[in-house]
């Protein structure tokens, strides 16, 4: 009999229970499962009632005791934070042994200098479960896409607000209300700000355009616009032109024939959208995430699934441990690493300028009921280059007018610049919403 | 500098084209993609124009010299068909090379032998593009989502009967008729019988199944339903009721606690299907496949993109010369084999009889129109236990009415006596459709 692979696991909350009950019950699933054994489990408590049955002598509080013991050769971090997460992953890849991990906030942040450790060290880091829960989209950037040039991703990956934004849209309910209830029902934490303000997308962007264009990007530049201003009525008026709105993060290489390669210039942000019916991330609700990305040669490709759960991150785990483990069992001696598993930044890349994103645009405006005022509105879009696809006045309160404009494709400062002198026209009272439009 | 990797080509059609062209182009792509080198082709014709410039001295018209050629590591057979691609696969197997295929045919019917003779050599045969063009559906079912237990997969994965299905549902023209346009276009090939009468989607299940389920069931005895008898009426009252109509291939597990370990009990069959406008696979539309895959803990995961085409099937190609290329630079000396990669049968499975098949109906009736119709074909399903979700008259021609029902699920065995008990009634002239509802 093949000796079993080691591995050590830093948390047994919802998730790293989950993964040891993939493990201990490895009956219908790939077989390599079985060959996984659980040596040390770090734990907050001891004695915490548990929904699973594990021998006491694998629990430890020091989460040093489990990367230090000689039998671990793979560190699972599902402890979450950015500290002491980031300290005993390092330490981990100090000892030589690989790690995976489901923490968005730290791979985003120390993305870098985790795995310039890693190659040094000659081991591999691993983070299928960092974005998307359980669907896979990390290996597949990796591998499966590896002969594209990426163009563009556009994701759906944060499952809180697009849980919020989908009840707002079928009840008609409040942004407040649903939230309220999304809190009761564990769908939002009792601090949702990394959610709704959307950090959190904004942490997975930052990763996954790591992985699609190959060189990092600083995770404290992209512009990330949250869903707490979407109001029903923004929803009802995208809903009656065709459209949902859906919290994206997006990221899109900006690399022409004539750009100097010495740095790839990239756009990414997060903003709340208008999405077309007809589009393929339109009918992605609840806490489902989908990521389209789009290539060449290979056009356009989705990913959908559950983006968070204690089952599917753990699927998402447990994937990458077999993949450290179906290479382990190659026995490979030179310490060298699948250069597609390990996905190291191979070129360098930069955000624009925010002003540069290029995108269409929706805006709501509140104005005196005057006639001539869409004419006015038109011609102040026009006079600053920003073409416009439709505008349209919908019903509101006596004496003024609520109109929507949605543009064409333009850069955010010719935009913002339009906007600008909008806003001091007479005749505008203020503009009450302004979101992206795919 | 690093030694390239040599690969062959066994055919220089679109998709062969496809491969060499990203090849020849690396720049942008995974940095591995520079790191493999085309040594050899094996052509039809030496001097047909071609859209790509090649040495001349690397094509030849006998496949053979690609396999013997001891700079080929990797062989690429992009020929299709049954002979003499399945003899090429074994040889240069036999000569200790790894083969990517996009040969679905051989591989659902010769899959067994190809595997085995792999795994004795220390070789990999990889066969991302036979399934979904350039969607990754092979490689996640073999690597991301292996510690789940799959339960289900359900897909469109004939891009030619879709595209036919979809237009029929947006035109309102007939079956015949777009055949004829697809034909034309190019989207169907002028024998069309391997896509319309489901053939290929049935080889293409039998592949996943066999990598969903670890074990392999028998390509001849996939029940297999094409699109020739689907009217313009059903996809009407199918629309009228809430769902579109999809040419679907769909794998099931029966296995229960009680299941005798010794062989799986599976279901799988091709069969044009309603699907509700609510479900992800309601609105793939066009020559675009999707698979969904449904598991434990995961739950349920779709993989959405172009499902044929030179492009798409290119970067399949070009992914897995990429997967054995990162192996290939560990170098592992010992000749195992990374079994997630290799991913070979652990199990046995079998199919079920055809009557356990278990679904739910769609059924169109023509009727007498007198009173008491609907009731009597009520009576006849409620007596052989078929319970009934929605029984519905549509207008039809003077003295006949239509009549359409949708069953809950129930085995394909009951359904179908419980139709030939209703085809026995005076009343009914005869049952016009019959396919399955998701």
Request: hydrophobic fraction near 40%.
């Amino acid at each position: 009999m093949r000796k079993k692979i080691g591995i050590g696991l830093l948390g047994l909350g919802t998730v790293g229970t989950g993964v040891a009950k993939i493990i201990q019950k490895s009956q219908g699933r790939n077989p390599l499962v079985s060959e996984i054994e659980i040596v040390r489990i770090g734990v907050r408590e001891l004695n915490r009632p548990r929904s699973i049955e594990l021998p006491q002598h694998l629990l430890t509080q020091k989460p040093e005791e489990v990367i230090d013991d000689p039998s671990v050769e793979v560190v699972v971090e599902m402890m979450g934070g950015i500290e002491p997460a980031r300290t005993l992953i390092l330490r981990a890849i100090s000892a030589g042994k690989s790690v995976v991990t489901a923490n968005k906030a730290v791979i985003a942040r120390y993305g870098e200098e985790i795995s310039s450790a890693a190659n040094k060290a000659g081991v591999y880091v691993l983070i299928e479960a960092a974005v998307g829960g359980g669907i896979p989209i990390i290996e597949p950037l990796k591998q499966s896409l590896g002969g594209n040039r990426i163009q563009r991703i556009s994701g759906i990956i944060n499952g809180t607000t697009n849980y919020i934004l989908s009840r707002m849209a079928k009840e008609g309910t409040s942004y407040k209300n649903v939230l309220q209830d999304a809190q009761k029902l564990g769908y939002a934490e009792a601090d949702p700000s990394a959610d709704i303000e959307g950090g959190d997308a904004a942490d997975k962007i930052a990763i996954l355009c790591g992985l699609a264009f190959g060189g990092r990007i600083e995770r404290s530049k992209i512009p990330t616009q949250g869903i707490k201003n979407v109001e029903i009525r923004d929803i009802e008026y995208a809903a009656q032109l065709g459209y949902s709105v859906k919290l994206l993060a997006i990221a899109t290489s900006f690399e022409t024939k004539s750009t100097n390669k010495s740095s790839i210039p990239l756009a990414a942000w997060v903003q709340p959208t208008l999405v077309a019916n007809e589009h393929p991330l339109s009918r992605v609700n609840g806490v489902n995430n989908a990521i389209l990305v789009e290539g060449d040669p290979i056009g356009e490709v989705m990913f959908y699934g559950p983006g968070a759960g204690a089952g599917p991150t753990a699927s998402a785990v447990v994937a990458d441990i077999l993949n450290i483990a179906g290479i382990h069992s190659l026995g490979s001696t030179n310490n060298s690493l699948d250069p597609l598993l390990a996905a190291s930044s191979w070129r360098n890349c930069h955000l624009v300028e925010p002003s540069e994103i290029i995108q269409r645009n929706y805006v709501r405006l509140n104005a005196k009921d005057t006639p001539g005022v869409i004419g006015l509105i038109g011609n102040q879009f026009g006079n600053h280059g920003v073409s416009i696809q439709s505008i349209v006045q919908f019903d509101a309160s006596a004496n003024d007018a609520e109109i929507v404009v949605i543009t064409h494709e333009v850069t955010k400062g010719q935009a913002m610049k339009a906007l600008s002198a909008i806003k001091n026209l007479p005749e505008i009272n203020s503009i009450t919403a302004h979101m992206g439009c795919l």
